[in-house]
């Protein structure tokens, strides 16, 4: 009995690999995958130096670069990028975004983006309280695979109240897409 036993789980053991098919000269798979909306950015100018350049008095102004990637959905899609002055300048009695030393001193901007984006059409004052747009994307917008350029070119008023030295301030950048 102990023998009989022994046999037929050793023939059902060697024909089991047979039964499920499991092995064979070649085999087949189905990849699957889910394309979402995506965004990323990196800032390629890491300090922007504002200088005043020409006259007495002129503004100080620099460029800060940036390189963009997004894709947004088909249909309905949209994205953004957006800037705010996360650190004020400091330190005390320079420049101010939050509280300006004189009335009619803004640190102000103007973009450029290439498509798909849509840069800020007109001159924007930047802010410490709220974010304020750089670039908009519509439907179906994709950027190159490298990623495509952007830049923010800053003016901040040049007033004689300002006290001589050094001051700086922190910018984030931030990127969306739907």
Same mark, same amino acid.
């Given at each position: 009995?102990?023998?009989?036993?022994?046999?037929a789980?050793?023939?059902?053991?060697?024909?089991a690999?047979?039964?499920?098919?499991?092995?064979?000269?070649?085999?087949?798979?189905?990849?699957?995958?889910t394309v979402?909306?995506?965004a990323?950015?990196?800032?390629?100018?890491?300090?922007?130096?504002?200088?005043?350049?020409?006259?007495?008095?002129?503004?100080?102004?620099?460029?800060t670069?940036?390189?963009?990637?997004i894709?947004?959905?088909?249909?309905?899609?949209?994205?953004?990028?957006?800037?705010?002055?996360?650190?004020?300048?400091?330190? =005390?009695?320079?420049?101010s975004?939050?509280?300006?030393?004189?009335?009619?001193?803004?640190?102000?901007?103007?973009?450029?983006?290439a498509?798909?984006?849509?840069?800020?059409?007109?001159?924007?004052?930047a *802010?410490?309280?709220? =974010?304020?747009?750089?670039?908009?994307?519509?439907?179906?917008?994709?950027?190159?695979?490298?990623?495509?350029?952007? *830049?923010?070119?800053w *003016?901040?008023?040049?007033?004689?109240?300002?006290?001589?030295?050094?001051?700086?301030?922190?910018?984030?950048?931030?990127? *969306?897409?739907?």
């Amino acid at each position: 009995m102990k023998r009989q036993y022994i046999l037929a789980l050793a023939a059902a053991l060697i024909s089991a690999p047979a039964s499920y098919g499991q092995f064979a000269a070649s085999g087949t798979t189905t990849l699957s995958v889910t394309v979402s909306a995506e965004a990323a950015l990196s800032v390629t100018t890491s300090t922007t130096t504002l200088a005043a350049l020409g006259t007495i008095f002129n503004p100080y102004t620099g460029t800060t670069n940036l390189t963009y990637k997004i894709r947004t959905s088909q249909s309905t899609g949209t994205g953004n990028v957006t800037l705010k002055v996360t650190s004020d300048f400091s330190p =005390a009695n320079g420049p101010s975004v939050t509280t300006p030393p004189s009335a009619g001193d803004a640190l102000t901007y103007t973009c450029t983006a290439a498509a798909p984006a849509t840069g800020c059409s007109s001159a924007t004052t930047a *802010s410490t309280a709220s =974010a304020t747009s750089v670039a908009t994307f519509g439907a179906g917008a994709s950027s190159a695979n490298a990623g495509n350029a952007a *830049s923010t070119a800053w *003016s901040l008023t040049n007033d004689p109240v300002y006290h001589t030295g050094s001051y700086t301030a922190t910018v984030t950048y931030t990127i *969306s897409a739907t």
